[in-house]
Structure formats: C-alpha cells, structure tokens
C-alpha cells in the first residue's frame, strides 16, 4: 500500500513538473513574439523616420548618437512629442479619408474574403447581418464587387468630407 502511495505522488509530481515546462516554454514563447514584435516596430519606425535608405553603419552610429541624448529627460519628451504630433497628423489623414459605410452580399462570401475586409476596416455585425466600419468607400466598393456586394454610405458626402466641414 505504501509503495502505491509513493507511486502516486511521484506520478502527481511528474505531472507538476510537466506542467510548469510547459509554462515556461509558454513564457519563453510569449517573450521572443513580444521582442519580434517590438523589432518590428522598430523597423517601421526607422522607415517612417526616412532613414532605411541609410547604410547599417550609418544607421547604427545615428542610433547611438540619439542613444546618448536619450539620458536627457527633456529632450526624450521633445522627442515624444514630436513623434506624436507625427502620429496624430497621420491619424486624421486617414481619418479623413474614411466614412461610415454598410456592406452587404446576396450570398455569404468565402471565409477567406472575411480577412480581406476585416483589413479594409470593417467588422461583421451578426445582429444586422453585415459588413460596417469607418472604411475607404472606393476602396471597399471595389472590394465589394468582387462577390458582387453592396456598399451603402451611411451619410451624405458633405458631411464626411473634410472640405465641406472647413468651410
């Protein structure tokens, strides 16, 4: 009877163990996908900045030198202000370019032309059966008609577009 006892509690703690590498492995994979993500970023950044086209050394020396002014508190918050202000223009570009927008198809597209239009801005609405979202309307018109569906606007162009509202 004891030699079952024992059995069981190695077999208990067998499994324990397991499951904490399991953990671990988790927490080791989330970490790498949290720093790709991050160097993507990075990248992105460094191309939206305009300074892909520099050479790795340069590039590399004009990181370290901001590097070094990164120690000043002042000058890390002219920085983040300035990149938000970058932010903020490019967010009512694009805001300004997209309207409230209904679509709507005969028969369900393929679940692959779901990802498509997610991508375009739009989400399913499952209580009114279709497609809407704050979207480009020539780009989604466009990518209505390839399954044959209908894009409705939910308001009139004059009061979307952004020369109508600065008059």
Known sequence: MAASSLAKRLSKLE???????AEQAKIKTDE??????????AG???????????GANA?????????DRSKDPARVAEWAKAGGQIFDREAKSRDARTEPLTVTFAAPPPANFSARLRAAGLRWNKVLNHW???????AVA?????QYGAVQRLRPPSEWE????AQ
Do not use: D, F, H, W
């Not at 809407?132 to 020539?138: I, K, V």
């Open 162 to 165: 952004p020369s109508a509202a």
């Open 15 to 21: 499994q324990q163990k397991a499951r904490i590498a």
């Open 32 to 41: 790498r996908k949290a720093r790709t993500r991050r160097l993507v970023e």
């Open 59 to 67: 590039l590399l020396g004009a990181l370290v030198s901001l590097a």
């Open 142 to 146: 466009a990518l209505a008609a390839e």
């Open 44 to 54: 992105a950044l460094v191309e939206k900045a305009g300074m892909l086209n520099l």
């Open 132 to 138: 809407e979202g704050l979207a480009e309307y020539a």
